[in-house]
């Protein structure tokens, strides 16, 4: 069964920080691998998706990266503004096409 | 391009009570799943749907059943509801039939469920 772990769990920082979320997950036979922010009682909005293919996917600010054989993505914000505030969760796409999610990490940027 | 869509957004029931909730997936997509998401926690798969048909099932009771129709929308039935039935409701769309596994999922805003 795979789990999926995120850390930090919560996090806070000044604004203008780069910042470093981490993704792990236990069974490297992943087919994608997604990172999605949820603002407070809200939906998840997609931010970056990475085929088993790729090592890494960029939008903006964001990069994602991913290693299956060591079991770990990194999302990685950069210039971090208030705006980013929110949970920041990963889903790990496996067999059956049923993504697992980690319980997120939770980032408050502070002006 | 309309996104997946999920009505109510909000919901008090009684417990004991049955609840439906409803969504419709994106443009394009044709494999529904449903999340539940309780405070604080990630969301955890409850079901997927595909040709009208259940295709996977999370741990979840038989109270939870669900349908998908031929326009590839889906309902969320729960009987018989408890307390910890209280949760955010996600619902999430995809494109299964082209058998492309590189496809992310898209989600709704959710529905959030509370039992009184």
């Known amino acids: 069964k795979q789990e999926v772990t995120q850390i930090p769990a919560a996090l806070s920082v000044p604004e203008g920080e780069n910042l470093v979320l981490n993704c792990s997950f236990t069974?490297?036979?992943?087919?994608?691998l997604q990172w999605f922010r949820q603002d407070p009682g809200k939906g998840l909005t997609s931010l970056l998706l990475?085929?088993?293919?790729?090592r890494e996917q960029t939008s903006g600010r964001l990069n994602a990266s991913l290693d299956k054989s060591s079991g770990r993505s990194t999302l990685y914000i950069a210039a971090s503004q208030p705006g980013d505030s929110a949970t920041y969760l990963c889903?790990?796409?496996?067999?059956?096409?049923?993504?697992?999610f980690g319980r997120g990490t939770s980032l408050i940027v502070h002006p | 391009d309309a996104g997946v869509t999920q009505s109510p957004t909000h919901l008090i029931k009684t417990r004991g009570q049955q609840v439906t909730l409803r969504c419709s997936p994106k443009?394009?997509?044709?494999?529904v799943s449903w999340y539940q998401q309780a405070l604080g926690q990630g969301p955890q798969f409850i079901f997927q749907?595909?040709?009208?048909?259940?295709?996977q099932r999370g741990n979840f009771p038989d109270r939870f059943s669900g349908h998908q129709f031929p326009n590839y929308s889906s309902e969320l039935n729960v009987n018989a509801l408890l307390l910890g039935d209280s949760a955010l409701y996600l619902c999430?769309?995809?494109?299964?039939?082209?058998?492309?596994?590189?496809?992310?999922?898209?989600f709704g805003s959710g529905t959030r469920l509370t039992v009184v």
């Open positions: 999430a769309s995809s494109l299964l039939g082209t058998g492309v596994r590189g496809y992310g999922y898209t």
């Open positions: 069974d490297s036979a992943i087919y994608n």
């Open positions: 990475i085929q088993s293919s790729q």
């Open positions: 889903a790990v796409g496996g067999g059956s096409y049923i993504p697992t």
């Open positions: 443009s394009g997509h044709d494999t």
């Open positions: 749907y595909y040709e009208e048909e259940e295709r």
